[in-house]
């Protein structure tokens, strides 16, 4: 077991929890029932997955209720659900603009009217008007997506009863979005309250300071053999493509997260269900409501469970009893933050018998830094015997115990980190806004909650007043954001790629180009084309013989990845034709015909892909009865290698020379590549630290738009990390 840093620490279970995922059948011919939090699979709506109860609820539409549903108003529970322009799947979808119409979980509509249809899958469908994009729209939709907010319909509706409850959501300034969940949690637990923390942040400012980045790792995931997760990994940070290799951050097994994990677990919405709601709930003492049966139904099936701790007679349950009311810290939270940290069996760091370090005691890994080659338990002893804050040195369990609940009430719960969810993310305490984060593990909040939620259902406790503090974001998505499918390896790269017994122009290379060409003599009428692929597990199509038409022949290769992305790869072909031209089209410049796929013109030539030769681009100049030489930038030395930005063709007609100054879009510096030495070239360019001028700041315009901006920096960036390819 790894620990980690009192700042920017992980927190490591013994087990995964699955978080209760349901997975509909995409195929399914009947959906009767729906699951609060999770999405509804099927032709309507797009294939999600959210972590929520598993309660049962029903779909009441006219049919079955026998009540009319008009003139009533109702919510969508199911992702990206179309609206139809009639009641069947057979009408087209209702369009705002050119884009198609889709709501999603939480979206507020008003019933018209029913109607029956002969789809067997969807008997019943309602007229409905909402809102989209500032305008009103009227649709049909089918009943199974809709929860009607009446009194004594769906727990998503809105009981006549329950007026001061709504009233206190719209005060509180909950989204819409949140109030679905909540309404269902309130009628299931009516003295919970729910208290929305305006955090003031904005969600994209928030994700861009907690995602994985060069630079910025503060969330883990775990991947293992059996469990590699690898879709739930970022690239964007400790992953190289070109040899699809991940780095780990902590251990051999904790990897950055990908971004859309990130959202997933950041989004408050994932956690409010009566599993997981209790990542929101204070983490304070309270007298009365937290009991030594909760404790030690917490500790169930770890050595911990209903036993004394080492060279003492008091239990491990009564000593977090007393060590939580004398550090105003939940006893709850204390047995919870313990189990996860050093999981059921005993940890090498609560055995006391660590040589360096003998009778030192851990139960939090506070201190516990790790590195990718370990060393954790041994930097988490080190700082219990140092020391003489927190009762230390902790050299029994109780002093390790009460003095690690007395550092987590001073350093995060009294500093308004005082709920799982914002001592994994802080977004509350200003002074060290997204650090000062207890852990690292993107998952902790929800299964810690769930040992929280066990030991309440455990000893009968759901029914007391509990409170809960609720994160809201500015511009949050209209919808709860969606688990990222745990699909397979990302990687869809080449290793190789081989036309026999010719020469790729550019050569290639495992990197991001995706264009390459050569040209054939009209001899060769086909040509063998052989590849692999860095993963094993991605698949390709269009390796294998092609014959060849004169002229240019365009041939794609796409590589699968085990997750279902998908690359393309494009080799051009070009065939001499009979007459000696290659087929490319007719450009007249001048006295000069170019037969060429490139742009020439007005002294310049452009679509030249990167690390094409001399040679090769003379040959796809394509001219008859002239000649062409390339040279450097000084247009006196001849270029034998690769062509750069800056350099300049010579094309000779008879007496007449005329000259084009060659670009290649991200070559800035000119060497002929794109690298980082072009990344730094764009940042000064950007900072005004220099001034490019003539080829050199075309090649900066990368989304040639007429201007060099940060839009063409995120474009190199992308190019460099594989993320996407420049268009020549």
Not at 82 to 103: C, D, E, H, Q, W
Not at 709 to 724: E, F, I, R, W, Y
């Amino acid at each position: 077991m790894r620990r980690r840093d009192i700042y920017n620490r992980i927190v490591i279970g013994i087990a995964v929890c699955s978080l209760g995922i349901i997975n509909v059948n995409p195929t399914q011919e009947s959906l009767t029932k729906v699951y609060p939090m999770t999405s509804i699979s099927s032709e309507e709506s797009d294939v999600t997955s959210d972590i929520g109860s598993n309660d049962e609820i029903e779909v009441l539409d006219d049919i079955e209720s026998g009540q009319s549903a008009a003139n009533k108003t109702g919510t969508v529970i199911g992702n990206n659900v179309n609206i139809r322009s009639g009641p069947n799947t057979t009408y087209g979808v209702v369009m705002a603009g050119s884009t198609g119409i889709k709501l999603s979980t939480g979206a507020a509509v008003t019933i018209l009217g029913t109607e029956s249809s002969t789809n067997a899958s969807y008997p019943t469908w309602y007229k409905i008007s909402f809102t989209y994009s500032n305008a009103t729209y009227t649709g049909y939709i089918a009943s199974s997506y809709i929860t009607i907010n009446s009194t004594g319909t769906t727990t998503g509706g809105t009981p006549s009863s329950d007026a001061d409850f709504e009233a206190k959501l719209t005060a509180q300034g909950f989204p819409e979005s949140y109030k679905v969940y909540l309404r269902q949690l309130h009628e299931k637990y009516p003295n919970w309250e729910f208290n929305a923390i305006k955090t003031g942040l904005d969600w994209n400012t928030v994700i861009e300071n907690e995602r994985s980045k060069s630079g910025q790792v503060k969330n883990l995931v775990q991947g293992t053999s059996s469990a590699p997760h690898y879709n739930w990994r970022s690239t964007a940070a400790g992953y190289t493509w070109a040899t699809d290799t991940w780095y780990p951050y902590d251990g051999t097994s904790w990897f950055a997260v990908s971004d859309d994990l990130l959202k997933y677990y950041m989004d408050p919405r994932t956690y409010l269900s009566d599993t997981y709601i209790y990542c929101f709930e204070s983490l304070t003492y309270m007298d009365g409501v937290q009991t030594q049966d909760g404790v030690e139904a917490i500790l169930a099936g770890s050595f911990m469970a209903k036993a004394n701790a080492a060279g003492g007679t008091d239990s491990y349950s009564k000593i977090m009893m007393q060590a939580g009311k004398d550090s105003n810290v939940s006893p709850y939270h204390i047995a919870s933050r313990i189990k996860q940290e050093i999981g059921t069996a005993v940890s090498a760091s609560v055995t006391g018998t660590n040589t360096t370090y003998p009778n030192i005691y851990n139960f939090y890994n506070i201190g516990a830094n790790d590195t990718s080659g370990g060393g954790a338990v041994l930097n988490g002893l080190k700082w219990a015997a140092t020391g003489n804050t927190y009762l230390r040195p902790w050299n029994t369990p109780y002093k390790s115990i009460t003095g690690g609940a007395m550092y987590i009430g001073e350093k995060y719960i009294l500093v308004g980190q005082n709920t799982l969810y914002t001592q994994k993310f802080n977004v509350t305490y200003k002074n060290s806004l997204y650090s000062h984060q207890y852990m690292s593990n993107v998952q902790a909040p929800s299964t810690e909650a769930a040992k929280l939620a066990t030991a309440y259902k455990s000893n009968g406790l759901t029914s007391n007043k509990l409170s809960f503090s609720i994160p809201v974001y500015n511009n949050m998505p209209s919808t709860a954001c969606a688990k990222p499918a745990d699909s397979g390896n990302p990687n869809n790269w080449l290793k190789t790629l081989n036309v026999t017994g010719y020469s790729l122009t550019p050569s290639f290379g495992v990197n991001a180009v995706n264009d390459y060409s050569l040209i054939v003599p009209y001899t060769t009428t086909s040509i063998q084309i052989s590849g692999t692929t860095v993963n094993a597990n991605a698949k390709t199509t269009g390796i294998g013989t092609y014959d060849l038409n004169e002229g240019n022949n365009n041939i794609t290769i796409k590589v699968t990845a085990q997750n279902g992305n998908v690359r393309t790869y494009n080799l051009t072909v070009v065939r001499i034709k009979a007459d000696g031209t290659t087929g490319g089209n007719n450009t007249t410049d001048g006295n000069v015909t170019f037969n060429t796929s490139y742009n020439v013109g007005n002294s310049a030539i452009t679509g030249v892909a990167v690390e094409t030769g001399a040679a090769n681009l003379v040959a796809n100049l394509g001219i008859n009865g002239s000649t062409a030489k390339v040279y450097m930038a000084d247009g006196v030395t001849e270029q034998t290698g690769n062509v750069g930005t800056g350099n300049i063709v010579k094309v000779t007609n008879g007496k007449t020379t005329t000259s084009y100054t060659v670009t290649i879009y991200g070559d800035i510096n000119g060497d002929g590549a794109i690298s980082s030495a072009d990344l730094l070239q764009l940042k000064k360019q950007l900072a005004g630290a220099t001034s490019l001028s003539g080829a050199y700041l075309n090649a900066a315009d990368i989304d040639k738009n007429g201007g060099v901006s940060s839009a063409d920096l995120l474009q190199l960036k992308k190019h460099l990390v594989g993320a996407s390819n420049i268009k020549q």
